[in-house]
């Protein structure tokens, strides 16, 4: 089975050729660096730009590829979640290509592809040997923590209840006048310095504020450490870029340690867990890296980290989640609209 993916969820265009679900045979990703001066991304601005660079994207995926046109077998693109304007333009081109080529088409969720992602690294082991697993989805959009049994039951363990982790270190790199993307940014500057304990507080999702039965200590909330961020910053401006990178290697740390004690949490309550799989932009993080690659050897269970090209929003995990034979496919695909807001479980 050769896939072709395309992706654009947020600012990210990306279409990729994948085999049996995990042979990467092309990957082509354009990051939009046109959001820069807003701080942020602008869905107008994101949505414009794949409309202009979509096409060229696929065709050079599929002549990089080896493949041609003939070579593909199905044509797979993101239906949800992410920003509606984004999602429209890749769902939009994947019905009318699948429509042209004669293929079938799959409807694939953003978040299960981060969590695939881990798989296309050619030394982690088949997914199948790796269940029962906590999978965390940790990116500038997304946190959440699931449970994966089998290939088709996933179960949502916990999820960010405001500010996903990556927003909240792009936050911190604003506040301290980082420039945007700031979470690249606050890793390198804390890097060899060692964090103050107890600087800034770890958010806690209070009973009764949570929809769909899921546990307030395996989730976060991130919004609070943003605001002790700034107050300190307010009542006390650091002096000097040391200071400054002192106070996002503190920030940092708040937010590994949030997002490694709810892993700890969900692989002891996952019965027989052999692996944690993280995916997702902030799995790039070098400080996180390390704290669950000490926690996995603690509790005795395999890290699977994705490879660093495929930690950002790509097209490759698409395709090969595709491949595994997840989404929803033809006929029922061509009848659905975009799912900004789209859950995996």
């Known amino acids: 089975m050769t896939v072709l993916g395309i992706e654009t969820s947020c600012d990210e265009t990306s279409a990729a050729v994948v085999r049996d679900g995990r042979e990467v045979l092309s990957c082509v990703v354009h990051t939009q660096e046109q959001h820069r001066p807003f701080g942020g991304v602008v869905p107008e601005i994101a949505s ?4 202009r660079l979509l096409p060229g994207i696929v065709a050079r995926a599929v002549e990089e590829s080896g493949v041609g046109w003939d070579g593909i077998d199905l044509v797979a693109a993101t239906r949800g979640p992410g920003l509606a304007s984004s999602l429209l333009v890749g769902w939009s081109f ?5 429509l042209s080529l004669g293929r079938p088409l799959r409807a694939m ?3 299960e592809a981060h969590l695939h992602s881990v798989f296309l690294d050619p030394a982690a082991p088949p997914p199948d040997e790796c269940l029962p697993r906590v999978g965390l989805a940790v990116s500038g959009g997304h ?3 699931f449970r994966l049994d089998a290939p088709d039951r996933i179960a949502a363990l916990g999820r960010t209840v405001d500010d996903a982790a990556g927003e909240a270190l792009d936050k911190a790199a604003k506040l301290l006048g980082l420039g945007y993307p700031g979470g690249p940014v606050v890793d ?3 890097r060899g310095r060692t964090p103050r304990e107890g600087l800034f507080p770890e958010g806690r999702v209070r009973e009764g504020t949570l929809t769909g039965g899921l546990d307030p200590e395996l989730c976060w909330s991130f919004s609070g450490l943003k605001t002790a961020l700034l107050r300190r910053v307010q009542e006390a401006p650091p002096k000097n870029d040391d200071e400054v990178a002192q106070l996002a290697c503190d920030y940092q740390e708040a937010v590994v340690g949030a997002l490694v004690r709810r892993c700890d949490l969900a692989l002891a309550r996952t019965p027989g867990a052999k692996c944690l799989a993280v995916g997702g932009g902030v799995s790039l993080n070098s400080r996180l ?3 669950l690659a000490e926690l996995c050897a603690a509790r005795g269970v395999r890290l699977l980290l994705a490879l660093p090209r495929h930690c950002g929003d790509n097209a490759a995990m698409v395709a090969g989640l ?3 034979g997840r989404g929803i496919p033809s006929p029922e695909a061509f009848d659905l609209d975009i799912a900004p807001s ?3 479980a």
Do not use: E
């Open 48 to 51: 414009r730009c794949h409309v």
């Open 94 to 98: 994947a019905k009318g290509l699948a």
């Open 109 to 111: 969720n953003h978040i």
């Open 143 to 145: 946190t959440s923590l």
């Open 188 to 190: 390198r500057l804390s």
């Open 289 to 291: 890296r390390a704290a």
């Open 322 to 324: 595709a491949g595994m």
């Open 342 to 344: 789209w859950p995996v």
